[in-house]
């Protein structure tokens, strides 16, 4: 397990997001470290999306810090975003039914040799990102079309890895899945952390929370409403931070916390 005493690969100090009369973020504070799944869980409008439209770089901040390994750093378009290191999968996956699985991966970074696609040394890194990640696919070649749900979503997954990201941000991964395709999915975010990656995975699944994350951030209403080690925290702490339900969920954590340590 990483220390996590070293500098968090990703941390939001006190970061806020207007548009126009609408605050979208207020104060969020938030760190994420290499080998860690962070959930970030919150009703509709709390400002998940928002939130994680600021770290890819879609959405500039108005206040607060963003940090990279322990320094300020401005993140303005998505290219910035990635430069550092983080990879987005949005929910939409923007796969292209009519390409096979390699034409996928490599879209837009395609690998050539003398002005020619290399189709041969793209085809051998697919096999290899895939194996790395115990992607199970029948073939490379087959188009992504047919493939199932849990399956596209891995294929997703694995091109954001491409850019050898050290921060993986999953939106949703298992909306419309299935068990067993959510559990092929769970298993590579699993992987992604085993390899050292920080992942935030954004879900209302309280089911795929408990199974896979660390820790839970919680956002209400745009601003952070705790977060709650997985371990030691009730599924009904969670949604009653989440919902709002109770007057102080932090004072409740902090209580049952001094109790556990009697």
């Known amino acids: 397990m990483v220390h996590v005493s070293a500098a968090p690969v990703l941390a939001l100090r006190g970061v806020s997001k207007r548009f126009g009369a609408v605050q979208?973020?207020?104060?969020?504070?938030?760190?994420?470290?290499?080998g860690e799944v962070l959930a970030l869980v919150g009703d509709n409008g709390a400002g998940k999306s928002t939130l994680v439209k600021t770290i890819a770089g879609a959405h500039s901040i108005?206040?607060?810090?963003?940090?990279?390994?322990?320094?300020?750093?401005?993140?303005?378009?998505?290219?910035?975003?990635?430069?550092?290191?983080?990879?987005?999968?949005?929910?939409?996956?923007?796969l292209c039914d009519n390409l096979d699985v390699v034409g996928n991966l490599f879209l837009g970074r395609e690998v050539r040799r003398w002005g020619v696609l290399d189709e041969v040394e793209m085809e051998r890194r697919a096999r290899e990102l895939l194996t790395t990640l115990s992607i199970r696919i029948p073939s490379v070649r087959i188009p992504v079309a047919s493939l199932s749900g849990g399956q596209r979503q891995t294929v997703a997954i694995a091109r954001s890895m491409l850019g050898e990201p050290k921060l993986v941000i999953l939106d949703e991964p298992t909306a419309a899945l299935g068990v067993e395709q959510t559990a092929q999915?769970?298993?590579?975010?699993?992987?992604?952390?085993?390899?050292?990656?920080?992942v935030v995975l954004i879900s209302h699944n309280m089911a795929d929370v408990k199974s896979v994350a660390d820790n839970v951030a919680v956002l209400r209403l745009g601003r952070n409403n705790g977060v709650f080690p997985v371990k030691t925290t009730?599924?009904?702490?969670?949604?009653?931070?989440?919902?709002?339900?109770?007057?102080?969920?932090?004072?409740?954590?902090?209580?049952?916390?001094?109790?556990?340590?009697?």
């Open 234 to 262: 009730s599924q009904e702490e969670i949604i009653s931070a989440i919902t709002g339900a109770t007057e102080n969920a932090v004072t409740r954590r902090a209580a049952r916390s001094v109790g556990v340590q009697k």
């Open 24 to 34: 979208a973020l207020t104060d969020v504070e938030l760190e994420v470290h290499a």
């Open 185 to 198: 999915v769970l298993d590579l975010v699993e992987r992604l952390r085993e390899q050292g990656l920080a």
């Open 62 to 94: 108005d206040d607060g810090v963003i940090e990279w390994e322990g320094r300020p750093v401005s993140i303005n378009r998505p290219h910035d975003a990635q430069e550092l290191g983080i990879a987005t999968v949005y929910q939409d996956l923007s």
